[in-house]
């Protein structure tokens, strides 16, 4: 089992700034992609970002692209989420989430690739 727990969410205003953070319990010589998903509240978890264990492969979704910045430190088992330019768009509750996978360079995209998902960080952007 691995456990997941986000920090870092908050309110803030259109045009401003968040980081969050996921840590991660890893069990030795397991190794993880990573990814951060959202879901608003009537609508489906969305897909944000992933990144591979080497951290040098990542995807974005278009949304997001070009303001949003997912890297990961593996010494302290933590993958993080650097937001600008926030919109009220990305008014969510961010989750973070873990796939087993090969030591590489491999990363996932959708919902059902992950075996491990944090409780999940309330996002608000006012406008």
């Known amino acids: 089992q691995v456990q997941l727990v986000e920090s870092g969410g908050g309110l803030v205003q259109a045009g401003g700034s968040l980081r969050l953070s996921c840590a991660a319990s890893?069990?030795?010589?397991?190794?993880?992609?990573m990814g951060w998903f959202r879901q608003a509240p009537g609508k489906e978890r969305d897909f944000v970002a992933t990144?591979?264990?080497?951290?040098?492969?990542?995807s974005y979704a278009d949304s997001v692209k070009g303001r949003f910045t997912i890297s990961r430190d593996n010494a302290k088992n933590t993958v993080y989420l650097q937001m600008n330019s926030l919109k009220p768009e990305d008014t969510a509750v961010y989750y973070c989430?873990?796939?087993?996978?090969?030591?590489?360079?491999?990363?996932?995209?959708?919902?059902?690739?992950?075996?491990?998902w944090g409780q999940g960080t309330q996002v608000t952007v006012s406008s």
């Open positions: 890893r069990r030795t010589g397991s190794w993880y992609s």
């Open positions: 989430a873990a796939r087993n996978t090969a030591y590489g360079d491999t990363y996932y995209a959708k919902v059902d690739d992950y075996d491990y």
């Open positions: 990144i591979s264990w080497f951290g040098s492969s990542t």
